[in-house]
């Protein structure tokens, strides 16, 4: 599975950004996917999550101001972010589960993107 994440960028606070996420290659068995990001001088750390039937889970810190979606049939996820703040700087880097069997075993594994920058101006 590779993933693609697009749509980073500078914003003033306030402002707003849009982040997509496209899977590729062998996607059989695709469940959670998710957002994290890795504030500079920080740990990396759980933005948004939202299974394969549309339950979500948010960080405090993005709890009314992010928004996480996915499009099943693109195997896409996104996520939309609102009043950001400085704070909100950082890479940000999509997840997707998977859950495969071989030889009756079943597989979990994640898969990250590449992450994408997202710097917020005071």
């Known amino acids: 599975v590779q993933l693609q994440a697009c749509g980073g960028g500078l914003v003033q606070a306030g402002g707003s950004l849009s982040l997509s996420c496209a899977t590729s290659?062998?996607?059989?068995?695709?469940?959670?996917m998710g957002w994290y990001r890795h504030p500079p001088g920080r740990q990396r750390e759980l933005v948004a999550e939202?299974?394969?039937?549309?339950?979500?889970q948010y960080a405090d810190s993005a709890k009314g101001r992010f928004t996480i979606s996915r499009d099943n049939a693109k195997n896409t996820v996104y996520l939309q972010m609102d009043s950001l703040t400085p704070e909100d700087t950082a890479v940000y880097y999509c997840?997707?589960?998977?859950?495969?069997?071989?030889?009756?075993?079943?597989?979990?594994?994640?898969?990250w993107g590449q992450g994408t920058q997202v710097t917020v101006s005071s």
């Open positions: 997840t997707a589960d998977t859950l495969t069997w071989e030889m009756g075993t079943p597989i979990a594994q994640r898969h």
């Open positions: 939202i299974s394969r039937d549309g339950k979500t």
């Open positions: 290659g062998s996607i059989s068995g695709l469940n959670g």
